[in-house]
C-alpha cells in the first residue's frame, strides 16, 4: 500500500470505530427509556459471546492424542477457581492464558 492508501485504510478504521462507539448514545438518548428488547439483549449476549469463544477456542482440541487435552483443561479450571475466587475478569484470564501457555510450550 502507498501512503495515500494506508492513510484512507486508518481514517476508514477510525471512522468505524468512532460510528460504533457514538451510535447506541446517538440512538438511545438518556431522556427516553432504553426499549425492553435491548435491555435483554444486554443481558444474554455476553453469556452467548463467552460460550461462542469457548466452543472456537476447544473445537480443535483432540481427546485421542497426546496431551489429551489436558493443557487446555488445567488452564480452565485455573481460570475458573481464580474467577470464583477473586472475581476479577481480567486476572483470571491472564492468568488462565499464561497457565496454558507455560503448559503448552514448557510440559506438553
Not at 427509556?33 to 452467548?48: C, D, E, F, N, S
Not at 459471546?49 to 477456542?57: D, T
Not at 476479577?88 to 507455560?102: D, E, R
Request: net charge positive; charged share 10%; hydrophobic share 55%.
Amino acid at each position: 500500500m502507498n501512503l495515500i492508501e494506508q492513510i484512507i485504510t486508518i481514517a476508514l478504521c477510525v471512522l468505524g470505530t468512532m460510528a460504533t462507539r457514538f451510535l447506541p448514545f446517538l440512538i438511545f438518548s438518556s431522556k427516553r427509556p432504553t426499549p425492553k428488547y435491548i435491555q435483554y439483549l444486554g443481558k444474554v449476549l455476553p453469556g452467548a459471546i463467552f460460550s461462542m469463544l469457548i466452543v472456537y477456542c476447544l473445537k480443535n482440541v483432540s481427546l485421542l492424542k497426546y496431551s489429551y487435552g489436558l493443557p487446555e483443561l488445567i488452564a480452565i479450571i485455573v481460570t475458573t477457581v481464580l474467577h470464583l475466587w477473586k472475581r476479577q475478569m481480567l486476572l483470571s484470564i491472564a492468568c488462565g492464558t499464561i497457565c496454558y501457555m507455560i503448559l503448552v510450550q514448557l510440559v506438553f
